[in-house]
Antibody, heavy 115, light 108 residues
């Protein structure tokens, strides 16, 4: 059974930094395309980043240069380093296994950017 | 970026009735279209991929159709557990995957 468990979400001030983690079981992170998807309160879903099995990374313009996706193969864990955070980054952040569509999702972790 | 537009924003349906949800893409996505169901406080759940293939464990009352820019999710006979928000998502323009704004299916 695939399980993805996110952690690290909290309240952070604008301009601050935060690192989210996603511990995986039932799948090998470095053998899959893994993504972060976010959902602002009461809003829809937005793709945030993807890392290929080969290590190539992708971001939309809204977070490019501020967010970095990475993984620790020894811990089978996915990360999202978020810098220069803005109020509009406030959202629940989900990690998901991507194969075009997202078949497996974690339960999400809430990031609130506010002073 | 491919913009996905869902309609209606809210659909009021009585239990046992049929629900038809629409999703339109700003350009062709071929058959690379998925649907998700999301209940309050939960992560989205994959229902349909490849326009019409049900994900594992999804009841047969859920069906998807369409191609190119026009897609439909049909729930043949709504059950109480089906009242939720539904999102479509294109994966033709990879890696810039985009979602529709969602359709909330509520009890009439």
């Amino acid at each position: 059974e695939v399980q993805l468990v996110e952690s690290g979400g909290t309240l952070v001030q604008p301009g601050g930094s935060l690192r989210l983690s996603c511990a995986a079981s039932g799948l090998t992170v470095n053998s899959n395309y893994m993504s972060w998807v976010r959902q602002a309160p009461g809003k829809g879903l937005e793709w945030v980043s993807t890392i290929y099995s080969g290590g190539t990374t992708y971001y939309p313009d809204s977070v490019k240069g501020r967010f970095t996706i990475s993984r620790d193969d020894s811990k089978n864990t996915l990360f999202l380093q978020m810098n220069s955070l803005r109020a509009e980054d406030t959202a629940v952040y989900y990690c998901a296994r991507e194969s075009g569509y997202y078949a497996y999702w974690g339960q999400g972790t809430l990031v609130t950017v506010s002073s | 970026e491919i913009v996905m537009t869902q309609s209606p924003a809210t659909l009021s349906v009585s239990p046992g009735e049929r629900a038809t949800l629409s999703c339109r893409a700003s350009q062709s996505v071929s058959s690379n279209l998925a649907w998700y169901q999301q209940k309050p406080g939960q992560a989205p759940r994959l229902l349909i991929y490849g326009t019409s293939t049900r994900a594992t464990g999804v009841p047969a009352r859920f069906s998807g159709s369409g191609s190119g820019t026009e897609f439909t999710l049909t729930i043949s006979s709504l059950q109480s557990e089906d009242f939720a928000v539904y999102y479509c998502q294109q994966y033709n323009n990879w890696p810039a995957l985009t979602f529709g704004g969602g359709t909330k299916v509520e009890i009439k």
